[in-house]
T-cell receptor
């Protein structure tokens, strides 16, 4: 089974609002990454947070990591129509080189 | 630098046939990973190659195979295609960030439809 489960599965908001997506995973990790995928295309790396970090920012993105709860959240502030995409978390477990992806959250931002 | 390229972009095959997909990584990247993406199963890891050797493998049947060439280009092959193999196949090449972690750069994918 997949490592990560994401919540919600789908999210619709208006431009200017904030979007929050959550990811839960099952085993101890080395790091957690968030990716974005526009419809039917390849994934784009957004941000990486290490297991010893609790929060990280990149532009309008804010990622938190709670290793005790095995969960992470991605916050997109002041969303834009161009943020419409699917967002995936991916975890890199210790002693492995392969990323395990979550189920994804489909974000729709209405102008 | 040019991004990860995948060919072909779209492919239609029939059950029982075999297919070969190609991936050219970003210049200088030596690791190539393959993923299968379907609406039902999401993104699933197929395998990873590094310096022409398979380094990691996901839980897929032996019908799925791959290889990597000395120039880091990679191919994956699926034999005896089944309807359930219809998917978007994504290739990614890896780079190490300044902090030492790897991140992946994805190609646009090959959309395979098995009829």
């Amino acid at each position: 089974s997949q490592q990560g489960e994401e919540d919600p599965q789908a999210l619709s908001i208006q431009e200017g609002e904030n979007a929050t997506m959550n990811c839960s995973y099952k085993t101890s990790i080395n790091n957690l990454q968030w990716y974005r995928q526009n419809s039917g295309r390849g994934l784009v790396h957004l941000i990486l947070i290490r297991s010893n970090e609790r929060e990280k920012h990149s532009g309008r993105l804010r990622v938190t990591l709670d290793t005790s709860k095995k969960s992470s959240s991605l916050l997109i502030t002041a969303s834009r129509a161009a943020d419409t995409a699917s967002y995936f978390c991916a975890t890199l477990a210790y002693n492995t080189d392969k990323l395990i992806f979550g189920t994804g959250t489909r974000l729709q931002v209405f102008p | 630098k040019a991004g990860v390229t995948q060919t072909p972009r779209y492919l239609i095959k029939t059950r029982g046939q075999q297919v070969t997909l190609s991936c050219s990584p970003i210049s200088g990247h030596r690791s190539v990973s393959w993923y299968q993406q379907t609406p039902g199963q999401g993104l699933q890891f197929l395998f990873e190659y590094f310096s022409e050797t398979q380094r990691n493998k996901g839980n897929f049947p032996g019908r799925f195979s791959g290889r990597q060439f000395s120039n880091s280009r990679s191919e994956m092959n699926v034999s005896t295609l089944e309807l359930g193999d219809s998917a978007l196949y994504l290739c990614a090449s890896s780079a190490v960030l300044s902090g030492g972690e790897e991140t992946q750069y994805f190609g646009p994918g090959t959309r395979l439809l098995v009829l």
